[in-house]
């Protein structure tokens, strides 16, 4: 059976690994190559637990510090897996890994509406997991297209150099309201130093008028005692609705291509990669029950998320934090780990109760 995958982000990648191992016949298309063209603040947030890779460089973050009108730090216990990386050296590895059982990997490869055309008749299967482009998305039901395109969150960062050495195993975010949003500081290292981090500000709702990024994002890293020299801003919209219909004849969704970003903090990183990693376990098994499994339990995430981002707009998020904190879910205890399915669940109780 052959396979082609448009697009060697995580997504299809983990479906060319876990193809090739089956044995199947497997063609990667990269517009660029592998690892280049990379907008992402490169944190890896394991939500469900299920992810076991190896990532270049990485921070296991213990700390989370939140600044509002108050600011407040929660710790992260250890199994919460939360890790800032090297996404370009990942991808790479993952490349490599993919060509070492089999698959083939063409890069500087752009599949066109016309390219996409010709592999529908040439493969069993084509996965598209080109992220919000989606080169595919012409063939699926154009009211879920337009809902999905509706829902792309702007964001924009810097990558900036220098000592960061007191962000070791900590992220900080700065939460902005009307509409909601937030300010992210990602700690980046090289070997054992610091000397790195990925500052970035997307928002999470659109009004009719939204604040310009770019200078807003200038005015929080000034803040922050921080300097832009020569540096270049990155900007890239986030996928926060997906589109239900995951399959149109032999071409399958996957990662941003469908829309797996999270609502509430636009990771997507983990979902990508699951949803990969689940495509081909479908393909294997003749039978798409993995993937719709998957994708249910992402859906029931993503509405507990999107209730927590309803409540921020409504009621300010200075509010939120306060409740929570006053109900115990910053607290340091055994069975308290922030951002998880648990904790998620936990604290949207308390928060309506």
């Known amino acids: ?7 060697a982000g995580p997504a299809g990648l983990s479906t060319a690994i876990e193809l090739s191992k089956a044995k199947y016949e497997v063609f990667v298309f990269e517009q660029f190559l592998v690892g280049e063209n990379i907008v992402c603040a490169e944190g890896f947030f394991d939500y469900f637990g299920k992810i076991d890779v190896d990532l270049p460089e990485k921070i296991q973050i213990k700390k989370l510090i939140v600044q509002d009108k108050e600011t407040y ?6 199994r919460g897996r939360f890790f800032t990386f090297d996404r370009k050296r990942w991808q790479k590895n993952l490349a490599d890994c993919a060509l070492s059982k089999g698959a083939k990997i063409e890069e500087k490869s752009k599949i066109e509406k016309k390219d996409l055309e010709r592999l529908v008749k ?6 598209d997991a080109t992220g919000v482009r989606g080169v595919s998305h012409h063939q ?10 509706k829902n792309l969150m702007p964001s924009i960062q810097y990558k900036l150099k220098g000592d960061f050495s007191k962000f070791y195993e900590t992220i900080k975010v700065i939460l902005i309201n009307n509409p909601p949003g937030y300010c992210w500081i990602f700690p980046r290292k090289e070997g054992a130093i610091i000397n790195k981090a990925n500052i970035g500000l997307g928002l999470l709702a659109k009004k009719t008028k939204n604040p310009n990024l770019k200078n807003l994002l200038k005015e929080m890293i000034k803040n922050e005692g921080f300097n832009i020299s ?20 032999n071409i399958i969704l996957s990662g941003d ?3 797996l970003c999270s609502p509430l903090h636009g990771g997507g990183i983990d979902t990508a990669y699951l949803s990969g990693y689940y495509i081909a376990k479908s393909i294997i098994n003749n039978d798409f029950f993995n993937y719709e499994s998957f994708l249910k339990n992402i859906d029931r995430r993503f509405f507990i998320e999107r209730v927590f981002l309803v409540l921020w707009d409504k009621l ?17 205890k055994n069975n308290n780990v922030p951002l998880t399915k648990e904790w998620f669940l936990k604290a949207l109780i308390r928060l309506v109760f």
């Open 257 to 259: 291509s469908l829309g």
């Open 316 to 332: 300010g998020s200075h509010k939120i934090l306060c409740r929570l904190k006053n109900k115990g879910l910053f607290s340091e």
């Open 122 to 127: 040439e493969f069993d299967y084509v996965i």
């Open 140 to 149: 699926f039901p154009q009211n879920e297209i337009k809902t999905y395109r």
């Open 1 to 7: 059976m052959k396979v082609a995958i448009i697009g």
């Open 230 to 249: 020569d540096e270049k801003s990155t900007a890239s919209p986030i996928p926060t609705r997906r589109i239900k219909t995951y399959k149109a004849g």
């Open 73 to 78: 730090e929660i710790s992260l216990p250890t």
